[in-house]
Every structure is written in C-alpha cells, then in structure tokens.
C-alpha cells in the first residue's frame, strides 16, 4: 500500500490567524473563555510553549497563561476550511477515511500513476493546500496507516517526512516510548509499566512477557513494533445527518430568545446544505433541560433547503416542548436528497418559483465569495441584535 497522512497545523488556531494576521505571533487558546466552564479546543504553537494543550481545563490554561488570547471556535468557518481542503484530498484518490476536519488518511495505491507516485501527491497536496486555504500542513508517506500517521507527525509544523519499509520505522521507533505504538494509551502504558516495558526496545526484548501480561492486545501491539500493520482505509459512509447545537452558559426559560438562537441554527444549517447542493426532509428540534435530560422531536415534509423553512419547524416544534430551563437548544437534519423533490402544484407561481430559484443562486454566490454574513434578512439582524451574538458571551457553539 501507499498511504498518505495528512494533519493540518494547530487547525483552528491557523484559520484565525489566517483571517486576522494581528493574532500571529501571540499564545493564541481557541476554546472555552477563562471565566467559562470548558476545555481548550486547539492553540497555537506560542501557547504550546507555556504548556497549554488540547483538552485541557481552561481554568488550567489561564493559570499558565494568562496573557494569552481566548477566543470562543467559529464552528461554521472551520467546517468551511475543512471542506476546502477536504475537496483538495478527494482530488488524488476515493479511498480516504476523514478521522476530523483537519486530519486524514489517503490509500494513493491505485492513483500513482496517474498522479506521479505518493510522494508526489504528498508535496502537491501541501503546495495546494498553501496556495488555496492559506494554511499549513504536514504529510506523511508510508506503507501504512501507523507509518504514515508517524511520518506526518516527524517535523511537524509544515513537514513532509516518509517512512517507506518496516526497517526504517523499526529504527525510528526503538528507543521512543511505547506510546508511539498506535492504540497505547495511559492504562496499557501502565500495564506495561509494571513488566520493565517503558520504550519501543524494551517491547523488543521482552516479547514473551508481554503476550502473557496482554494476551491478543499484546500480540497486536507487538506487531505494530516490528512495522506490520494490515489495516485498511475505512472509507465512511455519507453522512446521515447534520446538526448544530449551542449550549448556554445560563439556563434559558425566555422562548423568544430561543426562538432567535434556533433561527440563527437554521441560517447556518441551510447554508451548509445549499453549498453542498442537497436538500432534507426531517427536521428534528434537539432539547437538553437544566436537569440534564434530552429530548428531541421531528418532523418530516417536502424537500427543502430554505433557512425559514427550517426555523419555523423548529420553533413550533419548540411551541410543543414543556416549559422548562433550557441548557442546550439544537437542529439536526436528515432525509438528504441530491435534488429537489417536489414538484410545482396546480397554484404555484410558475414564474416567482423561478425568480426565487435565480435570488437563491445569487445570493449563494455572494455568501460563497464574501461570507455567510454579506446577506441576512431583517429578523436575521433582528435576532442576532437581541442575542448579542457578537460578544459571544451568552452560548457556546458545537457542530
């Protein structure tokens, strides 16, 4: 096989400092605010040297940099990146398993001779992805999923590395921890611990200690160190559906403001579809109360792909919803189609239903190439008005 691994640097750090140039240089942390309860999402390499790190409380990343620069994530942008760059890979071969937006693995096997061999493609990809997104990103090249994931984390950021025969990730390995072997994680680390195996070598040496102490799991993990991996892409069935929920840093009893809050959903959710040219069916509002528990109700009706469609069977959806705190409010769509359904009746417009298609692909031009922002409707501003959306200080957003 010949695989490519494709990671992009500090992804959502870099399509902010992309968009505002002011923030490069500076420990920038995307994630929860220092007041907020939440974990750091990613940051930049200047807060990495202070210790910060994904995942963690962001009451521990301000105690270690408080100087730092916190920001809340633009979901919707880093999908638009992803996408780019996504649309990018998917130009050098059909078998790519996506493990995030910013991350994935590509089977060149059967592409090399069109493309040039997988090194080729590699350096390509990162020329393109430079040249089109503004971003940065290191590749891997391997006879593996495990040599190519390691090859790509070898001089990261904006690296290029190959590892291309068992030998050479053997000698790459040998003295690193056992962590480097793909599926270790901090309990089996500690297993391994307590039998003298604590680097790559150690593994080597002890082979017979290590399959009494782990059975099969230790087989597995022994054959990774000795460079045999079989596993193959997993290329990923199309997505079912797509949602975005926003969780409140204060539970909500005012329906009107989560009238404008799902109203804001179904703005970004319907932008999402149109530019992927494909229209739902079901339309499901998802509740979480301040008691933690979840709801959802659905509705199912004509293809659409309208943001008012959507909004206005979510917020009667939400009319039929008990009147409690409200933590989480959320809208998830399903039933895609690749084109529109339904068909003009006996008392459509003929010539409005045309006019409306031309205003929707004008208005999906505008959007595309200046923004989802460049066009909102007068209770689109109205809401976001109300809301304060700009100060960000009210919700936090999950795709």
Known sequence: MEIVH???????????????????????????????????????????????????????AYRR????????????????????????????????????????????TGSVRLFGGAEKIGREIKCRVRDETGL?????????????????????????????TPKALRELIIDRSVRVIYGVGPQTEAELHKIGIRTVRDIYNNRDALIRCL?????????????IDNRIIAVRAKAQSLGKEITFQQDITDREYLKDVLRLIARKLSFQIRLDGV??????????????????????????NKA?????????????????????VGISLSGF???EARQLSLFDDVGSAKESGKLDEVTMELQQKYGLDILKSGSEMMAEQRLGMDRKETAKERE
């Open 6 to 60: 494709i990671d992009m640097d500090m992804f959502f750090a870099a399509v902010e400092i992309r968009d505002n140039p002011g923030l490069a240089g500076k420990p920038l942390i995307i994630g929860a605010l220092p007041h907020e309860r939440g974990v750091v999402a990613t940051c930049s390499y200047e807060a990495r040297e202070f210790g910060v790190r994904s995942a963690m409380s962001i009451k521990e």
């Open 65 to 108: 940099c408080p100087r730092g620069v916190y920001m809340h994530p633009n979901g919707h942008k880093y999908v638009e990146a992803s996408r780019q760059i996504h649309k990018i890979w998917d130009c050098y071969t059909d078998l790519a398993e996506y493990i995030s937006l910013d991350e994935g693995f590509l089977d060149v």
């Open 136 to 164: 940065t990103c290191s590749v891997g090249i391997g006879y593996s999923m495990m040599s190519a994931k390691l090859a790509s984390e070898e001089k990261k950021p904006d690296g290029f590395f190959q590892i291309l």
């Open 215 to 227: 059975g099969n799991q230790g087989k597995h993990i022994l054959d990774l160190a000795d460079g």
């Open 279 to 304: 229209f739902i069916r079901t339309i499901t509002l998802k509740v979480t109360f301040k008691d933690m528990k979840k709801i959802t109700r659905s509705k199912s009706g004509d293809d659409t």
């Open 308 to 328: 008012d469609v959507i909004y206005k069977t979510a917020a009667a959806l939400l009319d039929k919803v008990e009147r409690r705190p409200i933590r989480l």
């Open 337 to 339: 189609s690749e084109g």
